[in-house]
């Protein structure tokens, strides 16, 4: 039976990397799998980056408004009729930036079209919130793993703090636009301790 994953964790906890590997396990043995991200992430464009170094092109971008369920029949068709082998697996970076709507999608191609989704994913923005995504994947998935960085400090990361110009800053919009703002955005996993000791107590 095929089964929705969502494997999540703080930035920079490896979830390219892992995805990439995870595509390559199932093309080793002769399996063909499409790889998709939603459209609202922009520094990778329509590429799956790894830190390690190893990159490779998304088969579809799927935006905002777009019927998840249909258009993914669209490329399993396709790659049907190039092929003449089915999906063996749809693999989704950035998971977290999918509606909800798109989640339930998920479900659907799953359970009714029968075919395993590896998610992967960050839970919570800066403000320690879950994103929308990630959320309706915690409520759905039948199987939830966490991919495991570390802090400065050593101990597992949790949250993803955001830097504005090298200062931590705990206000602003859930997706930060790097072209917008003068200063450089970045983010640091960090565990709950130092968070809380870099926000002065906040959460939210
Ligand atoms: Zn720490």
Redesign the pocket.
Known sequence: MAKLYFRYGAMNSGKSTALLQAAYNYEERGQHVLLAKPEIDTKGADRISSRLGVSRGVDFLIRPEDDLRELFAAHRARVLAAEGADVACLLIDEAQFLTPTQVDDLLRIVVLDSVPILAYGIRTDFQTQAFPGSRRLMELAHSLEELKTI?????K?LFNARLVGGRFVFEGDQVAIDELSHEKVTYES??A??YLTASGGRLS
Do not use: E, L
């Not at 802090?151 to 101990?155: A, N, P, T, V």
């Open positions: 802090c400065r400090c050593g101990r990361a960090m565990c301790q130092c």
